[in-house]
């Protein structure tokens, strides 16, 4: 196996990918892609094609692996990365008992970049390669996360979450402050990560935030058309409390509306109880929704009806929601996904799931034009997968990407066509 410099690469592989263009699913048996200097795939085309032009140079074979793009996790949490799996008890509970006190300790900057690096790791060995993480409310702890991320190569976006109610008081930072960190963070994490991730406006959710923190964070994301990430609908009681807290509107749904955080840049996580309304009005407004099937069981909080986005047109992806979520593995998504799809009689394929996790993850985060496909003009990040005998053709490749992890784990990740991940037991 001949390894080129970063400077410019040629792969041969078994490639599965998504088309933009089409949104098929497309499926190499033996493909030969390239990768120029920045980073970028230049070509893709069958073996047999390149071979019959005498054009074959020196390559890297990743054969017998299959490539696939890397996944793009829509909705996770960094400060919550070392409490996966505690099993304690419905949202508010959980967070009161668990989440909160473990997230106050990010104000500890050794204790911030420790985690930063695990989480680091648990995403390139996952295959993820760009996410949409939240960080805690602690703005040190923020640039540790973006450094982090920036140092491994991922994309994606980064938020400072804003709380200042409802909250452990180590938690709450006031609404000023707050705001005036996440405009600083906005240029410092572009800066750091040379555009490779963005600032995302993150309040935590309507009832940890104050009228004038989540005014402010319309008014911040509105001036630098910057997105925002938060939660809404994910539990019964959550509900119920945020309507007492902010007695503003008569659903979840229009608490954002009338504070100006529902726009065409709103990425919201689980929506698992909105009423026919919401959904009408999610669809109109061109927000976005973080579908986090793993943490919806785990925490007992219902199930997304998956129709009611698909067939509105709303933009959908999966998250892995860690730590309720209780794997960084988008592969475990996509088999959470097609459950609740079934528990909900919803429609979900394994090519339309598969595009969820890569391209439509990607396109949800705003990375579609950058990252998500194998593809010309597209950033060559990408995963290996080992793939086992008796697996050819597109109907074998798509079940080893989705649905059979065991026998087919991530070998490599590579990200700008660079290799940042191999896997200690892998002979590719």
Same mark, same amino acid.
């Given at each position: ?11 041969? =592989? ?30 893709? !085309?069958?073996? =047999? &094609? @390149? ?44 967070? !009161?008992? &668990?989440? *909160?006190?473990?997230?106050?300790? *990010? ?17 390139? %060995? ?25 140092? %491994? ?18 938690? =709450? @930072?006031?609404?000023?402050? =707050? ?7 906005? %240029? !410092? ?15 935590? *959710? ?23 990430? &938060? ?6 009681? !959550? ?20 504070? #100006?955080?529902? #726009? ?35 925490? #007992? %909080? ?25 794997? *960084? ?100």
């Amino acid at each position: 196996m001949t390894v080129l410099p970063a400077s410019g690469r040629t792969f041969r =592989a078994a490639v599965l990918t998504p088309v933009r263009a089409t949104r098929e699913v497309r499926y190499y048996e033996d493909a030969i892609f390239s990768v120029g200097a920045d980073g970028k795939i230049s070509s893709i !085309e069958a073996a =047999a &094609t @390149v071979e019959a032009r005498g054009a074959v140079g020196l390559m890297r074979d990743l054969r017998p692996g299959l490539v696939i793009p890397g996944f793009v996790d829509t909705h996770v949490h960094y400060p919550q990365a070392r409490v996966i799996g505690s099993a304690t008890g419905p949202l508010l509970e959980w967070l !009161e008992s &668990t989440v *909160f006190p473990e997230e106050a300790r *990010f104000k500890e900057q050794v204790y911030a970049a420790d985690v930063a690096t695990e989480l680091v790791g648990r995403f390139l %060995s996952s295959g993820t390669t760009a996410a949409a993480v939240y960080s805690s409310s602690d703005a040190g702890a923020t640039r540790t996360l973006a450094a982090a991320l920036s140092r %491994s190569g991922m994309r994606g976006l980064v938020g400072l979450t804003l709380m200042d109610q409802n909250c452990p008081a180590p938690l =709450a @930072v006031a609404a000023d402050r =707050a705001l005036g960190e996440s405009r600083a963070l906005v %240029s !410092e994490i572009a800066e750091i990560s040379n555009g490779r991730l963005a600032f995302a406006v993150t309040p935590r *959710f309507a009832l940890s935030c104050s009228r004038p923190l989540m005014e402010g964070a319309a008014r911040l994301a509105a001036d630098s058309s910057l997105f925002v990430q &938060t939660h809404v609908a994910e539990n019964p009681r !959550e509900g119920v409390e945020t309507l007492a807290a902010h007695p503003i509107a008569s659903d979840y749904l229009g608490v954002y509306e009338a504070v #100006g955080l529902v #726009g065409a840049r709103t990425i919201f996580a689980h929506a698992i109880h909105f009423s026919e309304s919401e959904w009408s009005r999610v669809a109109s407004s061109g927000a976005r929704i973080a579908h986090c099937p793993d943490s919806n069981f785990f925490l #007992g %909080s219902g199930v997304m009806r998956l129709d009611s986005a698909t067939t509105r047109r709303i933009p959908v992806a999966l998250g892995s929601d860690v730590a309720a979520g209780r794997s *960084f593995s988008m592969r475990r998504a996509i088999g959470h996904a097609h459950d609740a799809a079934l528990a909900s009689r919803s429609t979900a394929t394994p090519e339309m799931l598969f595009t969820m996790a890569t391209l439509g993850g990607a396109e949800l985060i705003g990375l579609g034009d950058v990252a998500g496909a194998i593809e010309p003009g597209l950033a060559a990040d990408f995963v290996v997968l080992e793939r086992p005998c008796g697996s050819d053709g597109l109907a074998g490749a798509l079940r080893l990407a989705t649905f059979a992890e065991d026998v087919a784990p991530v070998s490599m990740t590579f990200v700008g066509g660079v290799e940042v991940y191999r896997r200690p037991t892998s002979v590719a």
